[in-house]
């Protein structure tokens, strides 16, 4: 069955620093995956999308994903972050993809905090 | 542009009694709609999709119901709340066609005492 892993429930580092979220991914064939990120009291916001293709994958306020097949991962990286990174990030594999019908299933997310 | 719009923005209900939470849709027609719901601190965990008008299909059986009675609108629903109905409900849409990502509301958190 597809499932998705974020073995790291918190993660901290401090302002400036680079930040890496894992994902690992079960999925019997090539996956759609997505990372999205969720403020405090709010909805989920897309960060990024992976379709079959380029394995590094842009996305907003200067996050990027890897893909790896080998590795069966999806990390998110960003190369300095700032006090307002500060939320929950939440890695997602599409179900049914190339159906028309995206679901979803979630990984259990990671809780990225800045140290004062 | 599109927009999906969730109400209400909270609710506090008594065990056993009714509930209705709602999403609209606007600017795209035929939209695939979504249910989720997260337990506190906890990850998301699909409930329902539908694929067009009338058609709901049931992914987990949370003792709640889901209703399209039109294209823009997506209704949760339950007869009689439990305490384990608490949490954040969250909507999302995709386009019909294609794989675009899901897109999600701003959710309604529920309390159930």
């Known amino acids: 069955a597809q499932s998705v892993t974020q073995p790291d429930a918190r993660v901290t580092v401090s302002e400036g620093a680079s930040l890496q979220l894992r994902c690992k991914y079960s999925?019997?064939?090539?996956?759609?995956l997505f990372w999205y990120v969720q403020y405090p009291r709010q909805g989920l916001q897309l960060l990024l999308k992976?379709?079959?293709?380029?394995?590094v994958v842009q996305g907003v306020n200067g996050f990027e994903a890897e893909f790896s097949k080998s590795n069966s991962s999806f990390h998110l990286r960003k190369a300095s972050v700032h006090w307002s990174d500060w939320a929950v990030y939440f890695c997602?594999?599409?179900?049914?993809?190339?159906?028309?019908?995206?679901?979803?299933?979630f990984g259990k997310g990671t809780k990225f905090s800045l140290i004062p | 542009a599109q927009t999906i719009h969730q109400w209400p923005v909270a609710e506090i209900k008594a065990v056993g009694s009714p509930l209705s939470l709602g999403c609209t849709i606007k600017?795209?027609?035929?939209?695939?709609l979504y249910w989720y719901w997260q337990a506190t601190g906890g990850t998301l965990q699909q409930l329902f999709y539908?694929?067009?008008?009338?058609?709901v299909e049931s992914v987990v059986q949370l003792n709640l119901s889901a209703s399209r009675p039109k294209d823009d609108q997506f209704i949760l629903s339950t007869e009689k709340l439990l305490l384990s109905h608490s949490g954040f409900y969250l909507c999302?849409?995709?386009?019909?066609?294609?794989?675009?990502?899901?897109?999600f509301g701003e959710g309604t958190r529920l309390s159930v005492l």
């Open positions: 999302a849409w995709s386009p019909g066609q294609g794989n675009q990502a899901p897109l």
């Open positions: 992976y379709y079959p293709g380029d394995p």
């Open positions: 539908s694929i067009t008008v009338g058609q």
């Open positions: 600017g795209k027609s035929s939209p695939n």
């Open positions: 997602a594999v599409s179900l049914l993809p190339g159906t028309g019908s995206n679901r979803l299933t």
């Open positions: 999925y019997f064939g090539t996956p759609y």
